[in-house]
């Protein structure tokens, strides 16, 4: 049974920073891309960021673009999405995926594996 298992949410200032973490298990981790994606209240689920299987290629969002990082181990099946100058428009529940699509890699279609969510929330 595939799980992803985020954490590392909470509440942040603007400017400030906040480090998730995205714990896989029941899959062949380096063999999957992953993905990062957020959901804000009465939005729709929104693309962040992705890695490649061996993380030689990262794309992000324009929105998050020279903000936000992402970064994986596959020794420790662990994503790392690092989030810094945070600001008010970032608050949402960030999610962790997984697939084996080789590309749209910012369609939330792609992936089957999702994590259950992790909430940011970021103060002014």
């Known amino acids: 049974q595939v799980q992803l298992v985020e954490s590392g949410g909470g509440l942040a200032q603007a400017g400030g920073s906040l480090r998730l973490s995205c714990a896989a298990s029941g899959l062949t981790f380096p063999n999957y891309n992953l993905g990062w994606f957020r959901q804000a209240p009465g939005k729709e689920r929104e693309f962040v960021a992705a890695?490649?299987?061996?993380?030689?290629?990262?794309y992000y969002a324009d929105s998050v673009k020279g903000r936000f990082a992402i970064s994986r181990d596959n020794a420790k099946t662990t994503l790392y999405p690092q989030m810094n100058r945070l600001k008010p428009d970032d608050t949402a529940v960030y999610y962790c995926a997984a697939t084996l699509a080789r590309t749209r890699w910012w369609d939330a279609t792609q992936y089957p594996y999702w994590g259950q969510g992790t909430q940011v929330t970021v103060s002014s």
């Open positions: 890695i490649s299987w061996i993380g030689g290629s990262i």
